[in-house]
């Protein structure tokens, strides 16, 4: 428990004697632990793999791995607490994102001078912030045989690909 304690206590001092080693790296951590779950961002290991039959996806963090597995069950454990509300979630980030939309909460400004605009969701301050910068998203090109539409969002695409596949909107 002595252990426990010493790694707690820095958390208050914010020592963090584990360093990274890899050539221009700076991370450090307070456990070692930290550390050897980071180095595993170097070395590209993806040591923990999906079983499920047919699917080869594999990742670098078990807690990864477990968040996948939901895909497979269609398990959504995240219920809304909202009154009225059914929907549920397979992430408690997606579920937290959600309920912004029951409070109104919106705690991602703009930051671009003269801009009073504020945002649910942290993606959708990036998109806006482009109308100020003027970049161009990535883009994302449609497949089908003689289309060339592209899309700055993947969701969008995937929505287009429905006039391809014969399925309504």
């Given at each position: ?9 820095r ?6 004697p584990?360093q ?24 590209g290991?993806?040591?923990h ?19 996948h597995?939901?895909?497979?069950t ?6 809304c ?7 549920s ?13 029951h409070?109104?909460?919106k705690?991602?400004?703009?930051t671009a001078h ?10 959708n301050?990036?998109?806006?912030l ?20 592209s ?9 287009h ?9």
């Open positions: 428990q002595k252990g426990n304690l010493k790694n707690h206590l958390t208050h001092t914010g020592e963090r584990h990274c080693t890899e050539p221009g790296c700076s991370m450090s951590f307070r456990q070692k632990s930290q550390l050897k779950t980071h180095l595993l961002t170097h070395t290991a993806r040591p793999l999906c079983t499920e039959p047919g699917c080869s996806m594999s990742f670098s963090l078990k807690g990864n791995l477990k968040t597995l939901l895909t497979h269609g398990e959504r454990p995240y219920p607490t909202a009154h009225g509300c059914s929907m979630f397979s992430l408690k980030g997606n579920l937290k994102d959600h309920l912004r939309t409070s109104g909460e705690p991602y400004p703009c003269g801009c009073s605009m504020s945002f649910s969701q942290k993606s301050l990036k998109d806006h482009r109308t100020h910068t003027g970049e161009r998203p990535r883009l994302y090109p449609c497949t089908a045989p003689g289309c060339s539409k899309f700055g969002r993947n969701s969008h695409l995937t929505r690909m429905r006039i391809h596949s014969g399925r309504s909107t």
